[in-house]
């Protein structure tokens, strides 16, 4: 008599288990808890302490526009993350339409990570190039090819290298359709975040 056929589902928990993502995802969220949580108490001290935060951030509205400041945090989310999105999410604060602007950010960060992933796709067809940016990203590529979708997932919502994750699906020509829906959960972060920061600037 054959054996029952596993569900999906538990083929796939033993996969991402074998395969080392659980313990990827949890080394992730261990190194993003104490920078999150400095981040927060900066926030905090800074605000209630030094100067009052609301006061700078709306100095910084005053003194540039708001296309400078979306054209810079864009480039950033494009160029591997380069400034945290937690400044930015900081900034709207003091908006005249906070929520507005924070899908505003939200959005030009999905934007940059498709921007990324077609910068992959370009990178793939330039074979030079290609080889020299495998062998610097040859961890994060591996990882894609094993997890995929789920990876991009995880730099969409955790504080990881989304940017990188985007750059690398583009580079192994992942499934177009499946990453955009994968990556439309950095909005999910945007919310998070944006309620954190709100609070802590309130």
Not at 13 to 34: D, L, P
Not at 91 to 102: C, E, M, Q, R
Not at 127 to 149: C, F, R
Request: aromatic share 18%; net charge positive.
């Amino acid at each position: 008599m054959s054996k029952a056929k596993k569900p999906k589902y538990k083929l796939l928990h033993q996969y991402y288990k074998y395969t080392g993502f659980y313990s990827f995802i949890w080394e992730g969220i261990r190194k993003a808890i104490i920078p999150t949580a400095i981040i927060v108490a900066v926030l905090f001290y800074v605000n209630y302490q030094v100067i009052n935060l609301n006061e700078g951030l709306m100095y910084i509205t005053k003194n540039f526009s708001d296309f400078f400041i979306f054209t810079v945090f864009l480039a950033s989310e494009t160029i591997l993350g380069l400034i945290p999105p937690d400044i930015f999410i900081a900034w709207t604060k003091n908006t005249d339409t906070p929520l507005l602007y924070l899908t505003i950010l939200a959005f030009l960060s999905y934007l940059g990570g498709v921007i990324a992933y077609f910068m992959g796709m370009g990178i793939a067809a330039i074979p030079s190039v290609n080889k020299y940016l495998y062998g610097k990203m040859t961890k994060h590529i591996i990882n894609m090819q094993k997890w995929g979708g789920f990876l991009i997932a995880v730099g969409a919502l955790l504080p990881l290298p989304f940017a990188i994750a985007c750059l690398a699906a583009g580079m192994i020509n992942f499934s177009r359709k499946h990453f955009f829906l994968f990556a439309l959960l950095r909005f999910g972060r945007f919310i998070i975040y944006g309620f954190i920061i709100y609070s802590a600037l309130s």
